[in-house]
Every structure is written in structure tokens, then in C-alpha cells.
């Protein structure tokens, strides 16, 4: 018997976090009619964590028991390698989630948002990303064939271009800024096609969340985790996965959730009286370069609720981290060295000390921004 089934699917509910309502699960929502973003509560008890544990799946569809999906498809997404560093006596253990097929977290995300469509019976898809989430939803569409309309600004590189049509996107290039890019694909979505841009869809943090399952399963303590935010899928997705961990006696302490933002998108760090690099923009951090996020009252609160913090960095130290990061073997894109960055910086102020264990997730590859790694190696020899 496949162990998939050895449990049914976990009953889940969906509701408003703005106003409170209650909503289907038997409809595909991205957001409520109030302007609210949804919440996604999945019922997870021990003998479900522990059916991930001990099935004989791979990958993301042992997560079956715990993910509002009727079933899990077979994938090559997750169970992405730990390896172990050190900085000023902190053990760093860093999550390779670089290393998925579509080289980035959100393929995690994208597992369960495109299965879920695919379940609810669309057969097309709109997303409005060039980069990472776009990659991901596009590869998982395909693979389950599903048609993707990717909207994106006519000014993406036209590597990434290449690379979503390769995955058999079609494109639509969008003249204005990103809220343009935005209004033009909800009105496609509003055709027909399921939108499902991660900024807003509940059902993303939930295949985020099997990294703190895939971690708690092999280090049980962590001190502090650091995350890059600019939407907070990551972040959110780590919160409740710790959380559904905790309920279920699977791990005995949450941890300290440390929110990273880049100089000149640091809402969330404001939020949480943090305001560092005024005036200044960052240019590399383009991963989480978002000004005002859906869910920022939301990541505030988890970050609280950890009893965590936030932080802000500027390119100068994202660039530092870029360089540590290369010199230890791992190419990631500049986003993934801006929680590496803000470890240093909370070093420095102390509020990291020697002997604590944190986890990063490094991100995003570095292969699809060779060009921005060569020009930072090239800075730093001059220097």
C-alpha cells in the first residue's frame, strides 16, 4: 500500500484574516471579497508527523498527511541537504534549498499551489513574477499540465524570458512598474484562469513549511531562524511549520524567527521598530525588493509571537556575505546572502552570540545571475 494513503487527506479550513469569515475550501480563493488576505489552518496531530516521518515516499509527497492537497504527486521537490558552517563561534546550518529543481524554495510552495488547482480542475494558470515563483509555478505547470500566462515587466533580463518559455510559459510583457505588471494579470485571472501569485494564495506557506519539518527531523534544536522577507512566503511558511511541529510534541521549542529585510523595503522591519540605512536603495536584493507586502502586519506578528526580531542590510553587506558565501562553495543569488548578512550584523550588535545554532535556508541560485556574482568578485579584487 502506498503510504499516501495509509491516512486521509487532512481536513483544512480557509479563513479572512482582515474581517474573520469563514470561506470554502471547494473553490479556488486567493484573497477575500473585504480585500483580506486568507489564513489556511491544516488539522495536524502527532500521528500525522510522524506518518511523514516514518512513510517510505520521497521527497515533498511524504508530506501528504499534513498538506490541504487530496493527493500528492510524485516529485523530485525538497529533502534538499544540510550542511554545517561557523561564524565568530555561531553554528550556522544552512539549508540548500538552492539545490531544487527549479533552484529556489518556492518550489515548495509551488507543489501545492499548482497540485491544488490542478485538483479543483483548472487548467490554466496566471502568475504575475519573472523570477524564482514564476520558475517554480511554471515547472510544476508543466509537469502537470497545466497551461501558465507569466506577467512580467518588458524589462526582465531576457535570460529568465528564456528560461520561463523553455518551461512553456507564455509570456505577457507588461510596460510599467510591478503594480502594473499586477493589475494586468488579475485581469486575465479574471477570465477564468486560477491566479495564483504567492504574494496572496494560502496554500503556498503550507509547502514551504516542510523545510522546518525536513530540519526538525534531523536537528531538533534551533536557536534562531534567519530569513530573507520581502513577501514573506519563506518566513511565514517556517512559522507554521514550527507551529504545527510544536502542537504535535514534534519539537519542544519554537524559534526565534529573525526577519531580513534590504535597505529601501524594510516594511516589515519598521514594523518592528527597526530603521537602519535611510535614504539608502538596495540594488541587489531584487528578490525581495517589495515596498508594501499583502501579509506585513502578518510576518510582523510571527516574528513577535518568536519572540524574534528584524533587521535591515545595504548592498555593502549583502555583497560581504555574497563573497563569504563563494569562498565556502555555495553560488546563490545576492537575495540568498541577505540573511547571511544579517547574522553578521546581529553578531556584531550582540544580539547573536557564540554557541547558538541557526538555520538559513540559502534561497535561490546563483546560476541564473552569474553576471551579478562576476561583478561583485570583480569589485572586491579591486578593492
Known sequence: MNDRNILAPPPFSISCQNCGDRISTSHWSWRHACGGTLRLDVAVDTARVEACRTGTCSRLDR?????????????????????????????????????????????????????????????????????????????????????????????????????????????????????????????????????????????????????????????????????????????????????????AGAVTVMPRLVAVQAAGFSPVAAELGVFRHAGMVSRLADGIAITDPPRKHQIATAVNESGGLGTVVNDEEIEAAVRWLLARGYVVEPTSAVPVAGLMRCIADGRIRAGETVLIPLTGTGMKVLDELAKIRSRAARQ
Not at 67 to 96: C, N, Y
Not at 122 to 142: R, T
Not at 161 to 185: P, Y
Request: proline residues 6%; hydrophobic residues 45%.
Open 63 to 247: 508530506f501528504g498527511p499534513v498538506l490541504p492537497l487530496q493527493h500528492t504527486p510524485p516529485t523530485a521537490i525538497g529533502d534538499t541537504p544540510l550542511l554545517m558552517e561557523e561564524l565568530s563561534g555561531v553554528r550556522i546550518v544552512f539549508k540548500l534549498e538552492h539545490l531544487n529543481p527549479g533552484g529556489s524554495f518556492k518550489d515548495r510552495g509551488a507543489y501545492v499551489t499548482v497540485a491544488r488547482c490542478a485538483e479543483l480542475g483548472f487548467d490554466s494558470i496566471v502568475v504575475d513574477s519573472s523570477g524564482n515563483a514564476g520558475v517554480a509555478i511554471a515547472l510544476m505547470a508543466l509537469y502537470l499540465g497545466i497551461k501558465v500566462d507569466v506577467f512580467l515587466p518588458r524589462s526582465t533580463l531576457s535570460g529568465k524570458k528564456q528560461l520561463l518559455r523553455t518551461l512553456g510559459a507564455v509570456l505577457h510583457e507588461v510596460d510599467g512598474n510591478r503594480m502594473r505588471v499586477h493589475e494586468e494579470a488579475l485581469a486575465c485571472a479574471a477570465t477564468g484562469p486560477a491566479y495564483a501569485g504567492h504574494w496572496w494564495n494560502p496554500y503556498f506557506a503550507h509547502g514551504v513549511k516542510t523545510i522546518a519539518y525536513e530540519v526538525a527531523g534531523q536537528i531538533p534544536h534551533i536557536d534562531s531562524v534567519f530569513a530573507p522577507v520581502g513577501a514573506g512566503t519563506l518566513l511565514l511558511g517556517l512559522h507554521t511549520g514550527y507551529l504545527e511541529l510544536l502542537a
